[in-house]
Protein backbone atom coordinates (compact mmCIF):
# COMPACT_ATOMS: atom_id res chain seq x y z
CA UNK A 1 0.00 0.00 0.00
CA UNK A 2 2.69 2.43 0.90
CA UNK A 3 4.48 2.08 -1.73
CA UNK A 4 1.41 2.11 -4.23
CA UNK A 5 0.32 5.69 -2.62
CA UNK A 6 4.00 6.91 -3.07
CA UNK A 7 4.50 5.46 -6.24
CA UNK A 8 1.29 7.48 -7.41
CA UNK A 9 2.09 10.94 -5.81
CA UNK A 10 5.22 11.07 -7.78
CA UNK A 11 3.49 10.36 -10.50
CA UNK A 12 1.20 13.17 -9.89
CA UNK A 13 3.86 15.27 -9.30
CA UNK A 14 5.66 14.16 -13.13
CA UNK A 15 2.79 15.41 -14.72
CA UNK A 16 2.19 18.06 -12.87
CA UNK A 17 5.15 19.63 -14.34
CA UNK A 18 4.29 18.20 -17.99
CA UNK A 19 0.95 19.80 -17.45
CA UNK A 20 2.41 23.51 -17.00
CA UNK A 21 4.79 22.90 -19.85
CA UNK A 22 1.33 22.32 -22.35
CA UNK A 23 0.00 25.18 -20.87
CA UNK A 24 2.91 27.49 -21.26
CA UNK A 25 2.65 25.92 -25.39
CA UNK A 26 -1.24 26.94 -25.53
CA UNK A 27 -0.83 30.36 -24.41
CA UNK A 28 2.21 30.55 -26.49
CA UNK A 29 0.87 29.56 -29.69
CA UNK A 30 -2.37 31.37 -28.99
CA UNK A 31 -1.17 34.69 -28.13
CA UNK A 32 -3.55 37.12 -26.90
CA UNK A 33 -6.05 34.37 -26.05
CA UNK A 34 -8.23 35.84 -23.75
CA UNK A 35 -9.55 32.67 -21.96
CA UNK A 36 -7.23 29.63 -22.61
CA UNK A 37 -9.01 26.47 -22.87
CA UNK A 38 -8.92 24.13 -19.87
CA UNK A 39 -9.20 21.40 -21.90
CA UNK A 40 -6.10 22.14 -23.69
CA UNK A 41 -4.37 23.93 -20.10
CA UNK A 42 -5.33 21.70 -17.47
CA UNK A 43 -4.31 17.82 -16.89
CA UNK A 44 -7.42 15.96 -16.62
CA UNK A 45 -7.48 12.90 -13.59
CA UNK A 46 -7.92 10.17 -16.88
CA UNK A 47 -4.61 11.24 -17.39
CA UNK A 48 -2.97 11.65 -14.04
CA UNK A 49 -3.98 8.74 -12.40
CA UNK A 50 -3.83 5.32 -13.54
CA UNK A 51 -7.08 3.43 -14.51
CA UNK A 52 -9.20 0.43 -13.94
CA UNK A 53 -7.12 -3.10 -14.18
CA UNK A 54 -8.06 -5.64 -16.70
CA UNK A 55 -9.87 -7.65 -13.64
CA UNK A 56 -12.55 -5.11 -13.65
CA UNK A 57 -15.19 -5.34 -16.30
CA UNK A 58 -15.18 -9.13 -17.52
CA UNK A 59 -18.25 -7.78 -19.39
CA UNK A 60 -17.48 -4.79 -20.62
CA UNK A 61 -20.61 -1.56 -20.98
CA UNK A 62 -20.02 2.11 -22.56
CA UNK A 63 -18.63 5.05 -21.52
CA UNK A 64 -20.45 6.37 -18.84
CA UNK A 65 -20.71 9.32 -20.62
CA UNK A 66 -22.94 7.37 -23.32
CA UNK A 67 -25.67 6.43 -20.41
CA UNK A 68 -28.07 8.31 -23.06
CA UNK A 69 -27.74 6.21 -25.42
CA UNK A 70 -30.42 3.48 -24.57
CA UNK A 71 -33.81 1.73 -25.86
CA UNK A 72 -36.36 4.38 -24.79
CA UNK A 73 -40.44 2.95 -25.01
CA UNK A 74 -43.70 4.96 -24.95
CA UNK A 75 -45.53 4.28 -21.95
CA UNK A 76 -49.01 5.08 -23.46
CA UNK A 77 -48.39 3.15 -26.30
CA UNK A 78 -49.54 -0.15 -24.79
CA UNK A 79 -51.27 -1.23 -21.91
CA UNK A 80 -48.76 -3.15 -20.31
CA UNK A 81 -44.74 -3.42 -20.71
CA UNK A 82 -45.11 -7.10 -21.08
CA UNK A 83 -46.81 -6.92 -24.12
CA UNK A 84 -45.06 -3.89 -25.71
CA UNK A 85 -42.59 -2.04 -27.70
CA UNK A 86 -39.13 -0.18 -27.17
CA UNK A 87 -37.31 1.17 -29.68
CA UNK A 88 -33.91 1.29 -31.18
CA UNK A 89 -31.81 4.94 -30.58
CA UNK A 90 -30.92 5.33 -34.50
CA UNK A 91 -30.05 8.88 -33.96
CA UNK A 92 -26.95 8.17 -31.66
CA UNK A 93 -26.07 4.72 -33.89
CA UNK A 94 -24.02 5.22 -36.96
CA UNK A 95 -23.23 2.21 -39.49
CA UNK A 96 -25.11 -0.48 -40.25
CA UNK A 97 -24.65 -3.09 -37.32
CA UNK A 98 -27.03 -2.59 -34.31
CA UNK A 99 -25.10 -3.26 -30.84
CA UNK A 100 -27.07 -5.92 -28.65
CA UNK A 101 -28.36 -4.16 -26.00
CA UNK A 102 -29.44 -1.51 -28.02
CA UNK A 103 -31.62 -3.30 -30.37
CA UNK A 104 -35.51 -2.97 -29.98
CA UNK A 105 -37.80 -5.56 -28.18
CA UNK A 106 -41.19 -6.26 -29.48
CA UNK A 107 -42.93 -9.01 -27.21
CA UNK A 108 -46.09 -10.56 -26.78
CA UNK A 109 -45.28 -11.49 -23.11
CA UNK A 110 -42.80 -10.26 -21.75
CA UNK A 111 -38.97 -11.86 -21.94
CA UNK A 112 -38.59 -15.60 -21.92
CA UNK A 113 -35.88 -16.24 -19.77
CA UNK A 114 -34.89 -19.96 -21.57
CA UNK A 115 -32.43 -22.27 -20.23
CA UNK A 116 -30.94 -23.83 -23.29
CA UNK A 117 -30.07 -26.98 -21.43
CA UNK A 118 -33.82 -27.50 -21.11
CA UNK A 119 -34.77 -25.86 -24.62
CA UNK A 120 -35.88 -28.37 -27.35
CA UNK A 121 -36.94 -27.76 -31.23
CA UNK A 122 -39.58 -30.30 -32.23
CA UNK A 123 -40.05 -30.86 -36.02
CA UNK A 124 -42.95 -32.73 -36.60
CA UNK A 125 -46.10 -32.76 -39.53
CA UNK A 126 -45.43 -33.76 -43.50
CA UNK A 127 -42.07 -35.11 -42.74
CA UNK A 128 -40.62 -38.77 -42.98
CA UNK A 129 -39.00 -38.57 -39.67
CA UNK A 130 -40.87 -36.30 -36.51
CA UNK A 131 -37.25 -34.78 -34.62
CA UNK A 132 -36.38 -33.41 -31.95
CA UNK A 133 -33.67 -31.33 -31.62
CA UNK A 134 -31.20 -29.58 -28.88
CA UNK A 135 -29.42 -26.23 -29.92
CA UNK A 136 -26.10 -28.41 -29.77
CA UNK A 137 -27.53 -30.86 -32.02
CA UNK A 138 -28.04 -27.84 -34.55
CA UNK A 139 -24.59 -26.22 -34.10
CA UNK A 140 -23.24 -29.95 -35.36
CA UNK A 141 -25.09 -29.05 -38.66
CA UNK A 142 -22.24 -28.38 -41.50
CA UNK A 143 -23.95 -25.71 -43.37
CA UNK A 144 -23.48 -23.07 -40.22
CA UNK A 145 -23.86 -19.59 -41.86
CA UNK A 146 -23.28 -15.77 -40.96
CA UNK A 147 -25.78 -13.38 -42.56
CA UNK A 148 -26.32 -9.52 -41.50
CA UNK A 149 -30.08 -8.68 -42.11
CA UNK A 150 -32.53 -6.13 -40.98
CA UNK A 151 -35.80 -6.94 -38.97
CA UNK A 152 -38.25 -4.16 -39.25
CA UNK A 153 -41.77 -4.82 -36.77
CA UNK A 154 -44.70 -4.31 -39.54
CA UNK A 155 -45.83 -1.80 -37.09
CA UNK A 156 -42.57 0.27 -37.41
CA UNK A 157 -44.03 3.99 -38.00
CA UNK A 158 -47.18 2.77 -37.93
CA UNK A 159 -48.40 5.44 -35.32
CA UNK A 160 -47.78 7.97 -38.32
CA UNK A 161 -50.60 7.01 -40.50
CA UNK A 162 -53.15 9.65 -39.71
CA UNK A 163 -50.42 12.47 -39.46
CA UNK A 164 -46.89 13.35 -37.70
CA UNK A 165 -46.92 12.08 -34.52
CA UNK A 166 -43.85 11.03 -32.37
CA UNK A 167 -40.85 13.67 -31.94
CA UNK A 168 -38.12 11.44 -33.02
CA UNK A 169 -36.75 8.77 -34.92
CA UNK A 170 -36.20 6.44 -32.30
CA UNK A 171 -40.09 6.65 -31.87
CA UNK A 172 -41.13 7.00 -35.46
CA UNK A 173 -38.54 4.51 -37.26
CA UNK A 174 -36.65 2.65 -34.15
CA UNK A 175 -38.70 -0.50 -34.43
CA UNK A 176 -35.92 -1.30 -36.60
CA UNK A 177 -32.25 -3.92 -35.75
CA UNK A 178 -29.70 -5.22 -38.20
CA UNK A 179 -27.09 -7.43 -36.53
CA UNK A 180 -25.37 -10.61 -37.97
CA UNK A 181 -26.57 -13.87 -37.33
CA UNK A 182 -24.56 -16.99 -37.06
CA UNK A 183 -27.26 -20.01 -37.24
CA UNK A 184 -27.89 -22.84 -39.55
CA UNK A 185 -30.34 -23.12 -42.58
CA UNK A 186 -33.81 -24.41 -41.79
CA UNK A 187 -33.74 -25.98 -45.15
CA UNK A 188 -30.40 -28.24 -43.76
CA UNK A 189 -32.88 -28.64 -40.93
CA UNK A 190 -35.86 -30.14 -42.91
CA UNK A 191 -34.26 -31.75 -45.07
CA UNK A 192 -32.98 -33.56 -42.19
CA UNK A 193 -36.57 -34.38 -41.39
CA UNK A 194 -37.24 -35.55 -44.89
CA UNK A 195 -40.40 -33.16 -46.53
CA UNK A 196 -43.45 -34.99 -46.99
CA UNK A 197 -44.77 -34.70 -51.11
CA UNK A 198 -47.72 -32.02 -49.84
CA UNK A 199 -45.87 -29.80 -47.88
CA UNK A 200 -45.99 -26.07 -48.84
CA UNK A 201 -46.14 -24.01 -45.58
CA UNK A 202 -44.69 -24.57 -41.86
CA UNK A 203 -45.94 -23.04 -38.22
CA UNK A 204 -43.11 -21.44 -36.33
CA UNK A 205 -43.80 -21.72 -32.92
CA UNK A 206 -41.95 -19.72 -29.88
CA UNK A 207 -41.92 -20.81 -26.32
CA UNK A 208 -42.12 -17.83 -24.30
CA UNK A 209 -45.82 -17.16 -22.70
CA UNK A 210 -47.67 -16.24 -25.69
CA UNK A 211 -46.54 -19.37 -27.85
CA UNK A 212 -46.64 -17.14 -30.59
CA UNK A 213 -47.06 -18.63 -34.18
CA UNK A 214 -47.10 -17.54 -37.49
CA UNK A 215 -47.04 -19.65 -41.06
CA UNK A 216 -44.46 -19.68 -43.24
CA UNK A 217 -44.61 -19.96 -47.19
CA UNK A 218 -41.82 -23.18 -47.56
CA UNK A 219 -40.57 -21.53 -50.27
CA UNK A 220 -39.72 -19.03 -48.42
CA UNK A 221 -38.01 -21.30 -45.22
CA UNK A 222 -36.29 -23.27 -48.27
CA UNK A 223 -34.60 -20.01 -50.18
CA UNK A 224 -32.79 -18.03 -46.78
CA UNK A 225 -34.33 -18.63 -43.34
CA UNK A 226 -31.90 -19.50 -40.59
CA UNK A 227 -32.32 -20.76 -37.38
CA UNK A 228 -29.91 -18.72 -35.03
CA UNK A 229 -28.22 -18.86 -32.41
CA UNK A 230 -25.51 -15.75 -32.49
CA UNK A 231 -26.09 -12.20 -32.88
CA UNK A 232 -22.56 -9.82 -33.58
CA UNK A 233 -20.95 -12.91 -32.61
CA UNK A 234 -22.09 -14.24 -29.14
CA UNK A 235 -25.09 -16.04 -28.25
CA UNK A 236 -28.76 -14.15 -29.17
CA UNK A 237 -29.82 -12.24 -26.10
CA UNK A 238 -32.96 -13.31 -24.19
CA UNK A 239 -34.96 -10.35 -25.64
CA UNK A 240 -33.86 -11.24 -29.07
CA UNK A 241 -35.41 -14.48 -28.59
CA UNK A 242 -32.14 -16.87 -26.71
CA UNK A 243 -31.10 -19.84 -27.29
CA UNK A 244 -32.55 -20.10 -30.59
CA UNK A 245 -34.71 -17.20 -33.45
CA UNK A 246 -36.11 -18.44 -36.96
CA UNK A 247 -34.73 -15.24 -38.93
CA UNK A 248 -37.04 -14.88 -42.25
CA UNK A 249 -34.99 -12.13 -43.91
CA UNK A 250 -36.55 -9.23 -45.57
CA UNK A 251 -39.95 -10.17 -44.17
CA UNK A 252 -41.80 -8.85 -41.24
CA UNK A 253 -40.55 -8.90 -38.04
CA UNK A 254 -44.06 -10.78 -36.17
CA UNK A 255 -42.39 -14.05 -38.54
CA UNK A 256 -39.01 -14.24 -36.88
CA UNK A 257 -39.93 -16.30 -33.83
CA UNK A 258 -38.39 -16.20 -30.96
CA UNK A 259 -37.12 -19.27 -28.65
CA UNK A 260 -38.23 -21.18 -31.17
CA UNK A 261 -39.30 -24.65 -30.02
CA UNK A 262 -41.89 -26.21 -32.56
CA UNK A 263 -41.85 -26.39 -36.52
CA UNK A 264 -44.84 -28.22 -37.95
CA UNK A 265 -44.85 -28.92 -41.60
CA UNK A 266 -48.15 -28.64 -43.44
CA UNK A 267 -49.99 -27.87 -46.93
CA UNK A 268 -51.52 -24.65 -45.99
CA UNK A 269 -51.26 -21.23 -43.42
CA UNK A 270 -52.92 -21.70 -40.25
CA UNK A 271 -54.68 -18.08 -40.14
CA UNK A 272 -53.66 -17.75 -36.28
CA UNK A 273 -54.49 -14.37 -34.46
CA UNK A 274 -51.36 -12.91 -35.35
CA UNK A 275 -52.23 -13.48 -39.26
CA UNK A 276 -55.98 -12.46 -38.83
CA UNK A 277 -56.34 -10.48 -36.06
CA UNK A 278 -53.39 -8.64 -35.96
CA UNK A 279 -50.24 -8.16 -38.92
CA UNK A 280 -53.01 -7.85 -41.67
CA UNK A 281 -53.88 -4.26 -43.29
CA UNK A 282 -57.26 -2.71 -43.20
CA UNK A 283 -57.54 -1.27 -46.63
CA UNK A 284 -59.71 2.01 -47.06
CA UNK A 285 -62.86 0.18 -48.52
CA UNK A 286 -63.02 -1.82 -45.55
CA UNK A 287 -61.13 -5.21 -46.84
CA UNK A 288 -58.13 -6.46 -45.53
CA UNK A 289 -54.81 -7.26 -46.78
CA UNK A 290 -53.53 -10.78 -45.60
CA UNK A 291 -49.69 -11.81 -45.36
CA UNK A 292 -47.51 -9.26 -46.09
CA UNK A 293 -44.76 -10.89 -45.92
CA UNK A 294 -42.11 -8.39 -47.27
CA UNK A 295 -41.15 -5.28 -45.71
CA UNK A 296 -41.16 -2.54 -48.94
CA UNK A 297 -37.83 -0.36 -49.69
CA UNK A 298 -37.64 2.39 -46.44
CA UNK A 299 -35.11 5.29 -45.68
CA UNK A 300 -34.94 7.62 -42.85
CA UNK A 301 -32.99 10.89 -42.26
CA UNK A 302 -31.19 10.37 -38.45
CA UNK A 303 -29.30 13.17 -38.10
CA UNK A 304 -30.61 15.88 -38.07
CA UNK A 305 -33.67 14.58 -36.29
CA UNK A 306 -35.93 15.60 -33.27
CA UNK A 307 -33.61 14.38 -31.17
CA UNK A 308 -30.34 15.07 -32.75
CA UNK A 309 -31.29 18.61 -33.70
CA UNK A 310 -28.72 21.41 -35.72
CA UNK A 311 -26.50 22.89 -34.08
CA UNK A 312 -23.71 24.28 -36.10
CA UNK A 313 -23.93 26.73 -38.40
CA UNK A 314 -21.21 25.75 -41.01
CA UNK A 315 -20.74 22.42 -42.32
CA UNK A 316 -22.76 19.24 -41.04
CA UNK A 317 -23.26 16.15 -42.40
CA UNK A 318 -26.57 14.57 -42.72
CA UNK A 319 -26.95 10.55 -42.22
CA UNK A 320 -29.28 8.02 -42.18
CA UNK A 321 -30.13 4.64 -42.81
CA UNK A 322 -32.23 3.20 -45.69
CA UNK A 323 -33.17 -0.64 -46.16
CA UNK A 324 -35.25 -2.93 -48.49
CA UNK A 325 -36.95 -6.23 -47.93
CA UNK A 326 -36.54 -7.11 -51.61
CA UNK A 327 -32.66 -6.80 -52.13
CA UNK A 328 -30.10 -4.24 -52.28
CA UNK A 329 -30.34 -0.34 -51.61
CA UNK A 330 -29.34 1.13 -54.90
CA UNK A 331 -29.46 4.69 -54.53
CA UNK A 332 -30.68 7.27 -51.64
CA UNK A 333 -32.00 10.69 -52.81
CA UNK A 334 -31.97 13.74 -50.02
CA UNK A 335 -33.80 16.95 -50.09
CA UNK A 336 -32.95 20.17 -47.63
CA UNK A 337 -35.98 22.54 -49.23
CA UNK A 338 -39.14 19.77 -49.01
CA UNK A 339 -38.49 17.91 -52.11
CA UNK A 340 -37.78 20.78 -54.55
CA UNK A 341 -34.30 19.45 -55.07
CA UNK A 342 -32.78 16.00 -54.86
CA UNK A 343 -29.09 15.01 -54.81
CA UNK A 344 -27.89 11.65 -54.56
CA UNK A 345 -26.43 10.74 -50.84
CA UNK A 346 -23.18 9.07 -50.63
CA UNK A 347 -23.67 5.32 -49.24
CA UNK A 348 -20.93 3.98 -47.34
CA UNK A 349 -20.04 0.57 -45.61
CA UNK A 350 -21.00 -2.76 -47.15
CA UNK A 351 -24.40 -2.34 -48.91
CA UNK A 352 -25.81 -6.07 -48.41
CA UNK A 353 -28.90 -7.15 -49.52
CA UNK A 354 -31.66 -7.09 -46.77
CA UNK A 355 -29.66 -4.83 -44.56
CA UNK A 356 -29.43 -1.84 -43.26
CA UNK A 357 -27.42 0.83 -45.30
CA UNK A 358 -25.80 3.86 -44.07
CA UNK A 359 -25.64 7.16 -46.16
CA UNK A 360 -24.44 10.76 -46.00
CA UNK A 361 -24.78 13.92 -47.50
CA UNK A 362 -22.62 16.88 -46.53
CA UNK A 363 -24.20 20.52 -46.35
CA UNK A 364 -23.86 23.59 -45.52
CA UNK A 365 -26.46 25.32 -42.51
CA UNK A 366 -26.56 29.07 -42.39
CA UNK A 367 -29.59 29.19 -39.74
CA UNK A 368 -32.42 28.56 -42.70
CA UNK A 369 -35.32 26.42 -41.76
CA UNK A 370 -35.34 23.14 -43.79
CA UNK A 371 -37.65 20.33 -44.83
CA UNK A 372 -35.49 17.63 -44.69
CA UNK A 373 -36.04 14.04 -46.36
CA UNK A 374 -34.89 10.93 -47.82
CA UNK A 375 -35.80 9.04 -50.95
CA UNK A 376 -34.57 5.38 -51.05
CA UNK A 377 -34.43 3.19 -54.39
CA UNK A 378 -33.65 -0.37 -54.20
CA UNK A 379 -32.16 -2.68 -56.81
CA UNK A 380 -35.55 -3.67 -58.37
CA UNK A 381 -37.15 -0.19 -58.85
CA UNK A 382 -38.97 0.62 -56.91
CA UNK A 383 -39.11 3.88 -54.90
CA UNK A 384 -40.12 5.03 -51.82
CA UNK A 385 -43.58 6.34 -51.55
CA UNK A 386 -44.66 9.72 -50.32
CA UNK A 387 -46.92 9.37 -47.46
CA UNK A 388 -50.19 11.15 -49.51
CA UNK A 389 -48.87 8.21 -52.60
CA UNK A 390 -49.25 5.40 -49.33
CA UNK A 391 -52.89 6.79 -48.09
CA UNK A 392 -54.22 6.92 -51.33
CA UNK A 393 -53.46 2.89 -51.96
CA UNK A 394 -53.95 2.14 -48.36
CA UNK A 395 -56.13 4.52 -46.65
CA UNK A 396 -55.91 5.44 -42.78
CA UNK A 397 -57.00 2.52 -41.18
CA UNK A 398 -54.08 0.61 -41.19
CA UNK A 399 -51.24 0.19 -38.66
CA UNK A 400 -48.74 -1.94 -40.67
CA UNK A 401 -45.87 -1.87 -43.30
CA UNK A 402 -46.04 2.20 -43.23
CA UNK A 403 -42.73 2.81 -45.32
CA UNK A 404 -43.88 6.52 -46.78
CA UNK A 405 -41.25 9.44 -46.96
CA UNK A 406 -40.73 10.82 -43.45
CA UNK A 407 -40.33 15.06 -43.19
CA UNK A 408 -37.90 16.64 -40.50
CA UNK A 409 -38.80 20.63 -40.05
CA UNK A 410 -35.50 22.49 -39.04
CA UNK A 411 -36.60 25.51 -37.69
CA UNK A 412 -34.45 28.48 -37.68
CA UNK A 413 -32.77 27.76 -34.31
CA UNK A 414 -32.17 24.55 -34.95
CA UNK A 415 -34.56 22.35 -33.73
CA UNK A 416 -36.02 19.86 -35.37
CA UNK A 417 -39.66 18.40 -35.60
CA UNK A 418 -42.15 15.84 -37.34
CA UNK A 419 -44.00 17.16 -39.61
CA UNK A 420 -45.67 16.53 -42.81
CA UNK A 421 -45.98 18.68 -45.95
CA UNK A 422 -48.68 18.18 -48.90
N1 LIG B 1 -42.03 -16.01 -29.46
C1 LIG B 1 -42.18 -14.75 -29.86
N2 LIG B 1 -41.60 -14.37 -31.02
C2 LIG B 1 -41.73 -13.11 -31.48
C3 LIG B 1 -42.51 -12.17 -30.76
C4 LIG B 1 -43.08 -12.57 -29.52
O1 LIG B 1 -43.73 -11.80 -28.81
N3 LIG B 1 -42.90 -13.86 -29.11
N4 LIG B 1 -42.69 -10.90 -31.28
C5 LIG B 1 -42.55 -10.79 -32.74
C6 LIG B 1 -42.57 -9.44 -33.26
S1 LIG B 1 -44.10 -8.73 -33.46
C7 LIG B 1 -41.44 -8.80 -33.67
S2 LIG B 1 -41.49 -7.29 -34.41
C8 LIG B 1 -40.12 -9.40 -33.43
C9 LIG B 1 -39.31 -8.50 -32.50
O2 LIG B 1 -38.01 -8.99 -32.35
P1 LIG B 1 -36.97 -8.25 -31.40
O3 LIG B 1 -37.53 -8.25 -30.01
O4 LIG B 1 -35.69 -8.98 -31.57
O5 LIG B 1 -36.85 -6.84 -31.90
O6 LIG B 1 -40.17 -10.70 -32.85
C10 LIG B 1 -41.27 -11.47 -33.23
N5 LIG B 1 -41.14 -12.77 -32.65
MO1 LIG C 1 -43.90 -6.83 -34.80
Known amino acids: M????????SRRRFLGGVGA?????????????????PAITELPDWTRYLGEGVASRPYGR?????????????AWLTASPESSVNFTPLHDLDGTITPNGLCFERHHSGVAEVDPAKHRLMVHGLVERPRVFTVADLKRFPGRANRVYFMECAANSGMEWRGAQLNGCQFTHGMVHNVMYTGVPLKAVLEACGLGPNASWLLAEGADAAAMTRSVPLAKALDDCLLA???NGEALRPEQGYPLRLVVPGWEGNMWIKWLRRIEVGDRPWHHREETAKYTDLMADGRARRFTFIMDAKSVVTNPSPQAPLVHKGTNLLSGLAWSGRGRVKRVDVTLDGGRNWRHARLDGPVLPL??????????????ELLIQSRVI??????????????????????????GIQTWHVHAGGETENVEIS
Open 21 to 37: AVALLGSGRRAGAATPD
Open 355 to 368: SLTRFYFPFNWNGR
Open 378 to 403: DETGYVQPTKQALRQVRGTSSIYHNN
Open 2 to 9: ESDRSHRA
Open 62 to 74: PSEFEAHVVRRNV
Open 229 to 231: WAM
